[in-house]
């Protein structure tokens, strides 16, 4: 049985573990190969580690899918609009989505984004915001979720240009199901 709760303290090493294993698959066709290359366990985790406290307090809340033995296999995090071009209409942000590749497609991101969306209206957002690469997989699961395209730019990632684009949800309580917001 899989469950979402909030994110703890300790949970640093299992988000780092899930964030490289899923970054290294989602972005291995668009990433120059010495990206993926550097992508390792010891920087997302010495990351995590000093950044976790900070990424589950105040305005900002960090949500783990974990599995009946109590392993991290997917996370979300959200808060604050950071980017000053969607912040005139989305006050609300999500940071990142990440799941192992083995599980996408079985709901457990879309839980994810409700939970955030759920900790965004609880913070008085009544919008919200992510930045994703385009064209990516990511963009088919925003739209089912009703996210609009809402601003494209260029990006330099290891040297090599890329698209961007922003969904946007005017309404968060748009995303919430009729079901409680954990699990």
Known sequence: ?????????????????????SMREAYKNHFPAKVIDNMNYLDRENRWQNDLPKTISGGTMNYVVVNEKDIIIGF?????????????KYTGELYGIYLVPELQGQGFGKKLLESVAYH???QH????????LKPHNSCFFFERMQGKEVYEKNTMIGGK????????WDDVQSILSETNHLN
């Open 1 to 21: 049985m899989m469950m979402i709760r909030q994110a703890t303290v300790n949970d640093w090493k299992g988000i780092a573990k899930v964030q490289v294993d």
């Open 76 to 88: 979300a995090l959200g808060g604050t609009m950071r980017d000053p071009r969607l912040r005139i």
């Open 120 to 122: 965004l209206a609880s």
């Open 125 to 132: 957002h009544n919008s919200m915001a992510l930045w994703t």
């Open 161 to 168: 240009e890329l698209k961007e684009c922003a969904y946007g």
